[in-house]
């Protein structure tokens, strides 16, 4: 039952990537309805070296990993031939980014530099309900995470750690890992997704997503995701190949489409694993921040690559990646990169606990996003308990 109501789900993919299996969780079952309670905890030490212009600063932070901290209630049931489920799930972090020990500062800052908020973020991540049958498939109404770009961040094993962090303040409640090194970010968005039976290994979903009004002043019609995965596994060997698209609309003046499309896979062979991705956009927003429909340069072309090896010793994982991510056109002057390469270690403890070391460098070239040049080391050491 644990595994059942966990697959699928954001939560649920970073477990299995630990290696932990279905450790976790706690069902309350009464009539023909379950309630299933499960979350994840994180905290790690990170000390960043970033050279800009010349100029060097060090920092060290006690800080979130790429993961927020989770707490998720899923409902599940089974009426009238009907599979259905409800999931809230609430991310909150373990940063106050109060400057003085147990007393708080100005209530209103909201994250603006220099100035701090005394309370961490609670962000409600999920907040969905779903109904359909293995016959004829699933639809989702509610906020979860998107289509595009879900399948390479839940590959990405810095999921697990801290990955690079040149763009979020040290302490924050999440960094980037390799968001804007490679892919971008797909977020948790408001939608009504449709998904269907798998067939042989192939599945698709497609859905409607809340608009984002990034140009012009009108936004009358929804974004529209899709996506297509095939999976296969052997005694000793998986392969997971997946496509998907992006696209949205606005209207008015100084409005744009914005568009893209990805390719990825997943390879297995005993105790490695490999991943290879790509993607390409238009006016998809700023590929090297890494967050979709962020667009203050206007009509922008990204693109991006992202590639990792891991192999695992025992109850230890040990991986190397990289990626880059481009920006070039619309109000861009020049072609500018972010491209990263992390080093991590992940143990194992126990069925719960992750203990975690990564090693992170980031490079940012070009005069628009990055003048002189930026190059950020990161050492992050800390874990990850999922229950």
């Known amino acids: 039952m644990k595994a059942r109501l966990l697959k699928g789900t954001a939560l649920g993919v970073a477990l299995a990537a630990a290696g932990l299996g279905d450790a976790n969780a706690v069902s309350f079952t009464q009539g023909d309805a379950t309630i299933d309670i499960n979350g994840t905890i994180n905290g790690f030490y990170a000390h960043r070296s970033v050279e800009a212009n010349g100029v060097r600063t060090n920092d060290s932070a006690l800080t979130n990993g790429l993961l927020p901290g989770w707490i998720n209630f899923v409902f599940t049931t089974k009426v009238e031939g009907l599979d259905i489920k409800a999931h809230v799930g609430f991310a909150p972090g373990l940063n106050d980014k109060s400057d003085v020990v147990g007393l708080p500062s100005d209530p209103g800052c909201g994250g603006a530099v220099g100035c701090d908020s005394p309370f961490s973020q609670i962000d409600t991540r999920n907040l969905y309900f779903q109904f359909g049958s293995s016959d004829w498939g699933t ?22 750690g801290l990955g690079g962090n040149s763009y979020a303040a040290t302490p924050f409640n999440t960094t980037f890992g390799m968001i804007g090194h490679g892919y971008m970010y797909t977020g948790f968005q408001p939608q009504i997704t449709y998904t269907t039976p798998t067939w042989g290994g192939f599945s698709a979903s497609a859905g409607i997503f809340d608009p984002n009004k990034f140009a012009g002043d009108e936004t009358d019609s929804p974004g529209f995701q899709a996506m297509v995965t095939y999976d296969w596994k052997s005694d000793s060997t998986s392969t997971s190949l997946w496509a998907g698209g992006v696209h949205q609309a606005t209207s008015g003046d100084g409005s744009f489409d914005a568009s893209g499309f990805e390719l990825g896979g997943k390879f297995g062979f005993g105790n490695f694993e490999a991943v290879a991705y790509g993607f390409s956009g238009d006016g998809l927003g700023l590929a090297t921040v890494g967050a979709l429909y962020f667009s203050p340069f206007e009509k922008t072309r990204g693109k991006g690559y992202f590639v990792q090896g891991t192999y695992k010793f025992g109850k230890t994982k040990v991986g190397l990646n990289y990626g880059e991510n481009r920006d070039s056109g619309g109000l861009l002057a020049d072609t500018n990169r972010f491209r990263s390469a992390t080093f991590g270690v992940y143990h194992s403890l126990n069925k ?31 874990g990850i308990i999922f229950f």
């Not at 639809?139 to 697990?160: E, S």
């Not at 090693?359 to 050491?381: H, V």
Request: charge should be neutral; charged fraction near 25%.
């Open 139 to 160: 639809i989702k109404f509610g906020r979860d995470i998107g289509l595009f770009g879900q399948k390479i961040i839940l590959a990405d094993m810095t999921l697990l």
């Open 352 to 382: 719960y606990i992750t203990l975690v070391g990564e090693y992170n460098r980031e490079k940012g070239i070009g005069d628009d996003l990055f003048p002189g040049d930026t190059k950020t080391r990161t050492i992050s050491l800390g």
